[in-house]
C-alpha cells in the first residue's frame, strides 16, 4: 500500500496518526509526507524557524518516509491565498505520491489552517476523479489542541476506524518528544502524557491497550 499522510504544520501527522504510519512501516507499506505549511519571518524568529528545520529533519530520519512533499505555503496565512492554486498544488502532491491511502487531518478544527487544507485536499480528490487520482481511502485524524478546541458551530470529530498501535505507541511519543518546540508540559493536550492517554482511552473504544482513531471519509472498493 501506498500512504500519504498531509500534515498542515509539522507535527500534525506525529499527534494525529505517528502509530499507524509506523505500523505502515513495519507492514512493508510506502509512507510519504507531505508538509502544506512553513513558518516565516518576522512572525517566527531565524532562530525558531532553524531550530523547526533541525526537528522537522530529525523526525524524517526517525520514521524514514519514502519522501517528504514541502509545499511551503505560509502557516496561518491560507485564508489569504488563492484556494485554486492550493487546490492545484496538492494535485499536483497527489500525483506524485500515488496513495492508495490518505491521512488528512479533520474538517472542524479550530484552525483555520486545517480546514482550509481539508476543503482543498477534498476538492482535489472528488469522488468522480478516483479512477485517474487513484486515492481509495481517506481517513482524518485528531489533533489534540486543535480537533478538542473547536467551537459547537463546526463539525465534531466522531471517529468510526479505530487503528491498534499497543506495539508503536512509545516509539510515536519518542518521536514527538523530537518536537522541542512544540511540545507541552502535562496537563496540557499535547503533553506525552496526555497522548498516551488520549491512545489508552481510545483503545479501550476497541478493547485494547492503546489505539489511534479516525473519520472514514471515503473507501472505494
Request: glycine share 4%; proline share 6%.
Given at each position: 500500500?501506498?500512504?500519504?499522510?498531509?500534515?498542515?504544520?509539522?507535527?500534525?501527522?506525529?499527534?494525529?496518526?505517528?502509530?499507524?504510519?509506523?505500523?505502515?512501516?513495519?507492514?512493508?507499506?510506502?509512507?510519504?509526507?507531505?508538509?502544506?505549511?512553513?513558518?516565516?519571518?518576522?512572525?517566527?524568529?531565524?532562530?525558531?524557524?532553524?531550530?523547526?528545520?533541525?526537528?522537522?529533519?530529525?523526525?524524517?530520519?526517525?520514521?524514514?518516509?519514502?519522501?517528504?512533499?514541502?509545499?511551503?505555503?505560509?502557516?496561518?496565512?491560507?485564508?489569504?491565498?488563492?484556494?485554486d492554486q492550493l487546490i492545484a498544488h496538492f494535485h499536483q502532491v497527489i500525483h506524485e505520491a500515488k496513495p492508495d491511502c490518505i491521512y488528512l487531518n479533520h474538517?472542524?478544527?479550530?484552525?483555520?489552517?486545517?480546514?482550509?487544507?481539508?476543503?482543498?485536499?477534498?476538492?482535489?480528490?472528488?469522488?468522480?476523479?478516483?479512477?485517474?487520482?487513484?486515492?481509495?481511502?481517506?481517513?482524518?485524524?485528531?489533533?489534540?489542541?486543535?480537533?478538542?478546541?473547536?467551537?459547537?458551530?463546526?463539525?465534531?470529530?466522531?471517529?468510526?476506524?479505530?487503528?491498534?498501535?499497543?506495539?508503536?505507541?512509545?516509539?510515536?511519543?519518542?518521536?514527538?518528544?523530537?518536537?522541542?518546540?512544540?511540545?507541552?508540559?502535562?496537563?496540557?493536550?499535547?503533553?506525552?502524557?496526555?497522548?498516551?492517554?488520549?491512545?489508552?482511552?481510545?483503545?479501550?473504544?476497541?478493547?485494547?491497550?492503546?489505539?489511534?482513531?479516525?473519520?472514514?471519509?471515503?473507501?472505494?472498493?
Amino acid at each position: 500500500m501506498r500512504v500519504l499522510v498531509i500534515a498542515p504544520h509539522p507535527d500534525d501527522e506525529t499527534l494525529g496518526c505517528g502509530g499507524s504510519l509506523l505500523k505502515h512501516m513495519a507492514a512493508g507499506d510506502s509512507v510519504s509526507w507531505a508538509i502544506v505549511t512553513r513558518g516565516h519571518e518576522p512572525q517566527w524568529s531565524k532562530d525558531l524557524l532553524e531550530n523547526k528545520e533541525n526537528e522537522i529533519k530529525a523526525v524524517h530520519e526517525a520514521y524514514q518516509f519514502e519522501h517528504i512533499h514541502r509545499m511551503n505555503h505560509p502557516t496561518t496565512r491560507l485564508d489569504s491565498q488563492p484556494q485554486d492554486q492550493l487546490i492545484a498544488h496538492f494535485h499536483q502532491v497527489i500525483h506524485e505520491a500515488k496513495p492508495d491511502c490518505i491521512y488528512l487531518n479533520h474538517c472542524g478544527d479550530v484552525h483555520t489552517d486545517h480546514r482550509i487544507i481539508f476543503d482543498c485536499v477534498m476538492s482535489a480528490i472528488k469522488p468522480f476523479n478516483s479512477t485517474s487520482h487513484g486515492v481509495k481511502r481517506i481517513l482524518s485524524y485528531e489533533t489534540p489542541s486543535s480537533t478538542d478546541a473547536a467551537p459547537v458551530n463546526l463539525a465534531a470529530f466522531r471517529p468510526n476506524v479505530f487503528i491498534d498501535i499497543t506495539g508503536f505507541l512509545e516509539r510515536k511519543l519518542e518521536i514527538m518528544s523530537l518536537y522541542e518546540s512544540e511540545v507541552q508540559p502535562y496537563p496540557l493536550p499535547r503533553a506525552l502524557d496526555s497522548l498516551k492517554a488520549l491512545a489508552r482511552y481510545r483503545g479501550a473504544t476497541i478493547g485494547v491497550e492503546y489505539a489511534e482513531s479516525f473519520m472514514l471519509l471515503r473507501e472505494v472498493n
